[in-house]
Nanobody, 121 residues
């Protein structure tokens, strides 16, 4: 499975960005897709995930500001980020897994190359 992200960039606080992640390859094995992020000097953290059945989870710090969606026909997952804050600055990684259990933390997960999101104050 290959994951290709797009949509990062520089935005002022309060602005919006939309990230996209297109999956290709053995995609029939994929159940959950979503986004993790890693800020400089910090551990990678889960931002949002969505299963093929539409179950969604967000980290508390983005709930109400970010929206994850998935187009199964296009094998693409999106992250609409609104009301961005400087603390959202990080490299955002698309990830995918065959099971939602512990996804993003196992060696069987798939990862994109990452896209930088920078929010200026």
């Amino acid at each position: 499975v290959q994951l290709v992200e797009s949509g990062g960039g520089l935005v002022q606080a309060g602005g919006s960005l939309r990230l996209s992640c297109a999956a290709s390859g053995s995609i029939t094995s994929i159940n959950v897709m979503g986004w993790w992020r890693q800020a400089s000097g910090k551990q990678r953290e889960l931002v949002a995930g969505i299963t093929s059945g539409g179950n969604i989870d967000y980290v508390d710090s983005v709930r109400g500001r970010f929206t994850i969606s998935r187009d199964n026909a296009k094998n693409t997952v999106y992250l609409q980020m609104n009301s961005l804050k400087p603390e959202d600055t990080a490299v955002y990684y698309c990830a995918a897994a065959s099971s939602p259990k512990g996804w993003g933390t196992t060696r069987d997960d798939y990862w994109g190359q990452g896209t930088q999101v920078t929010v200026s104050s």
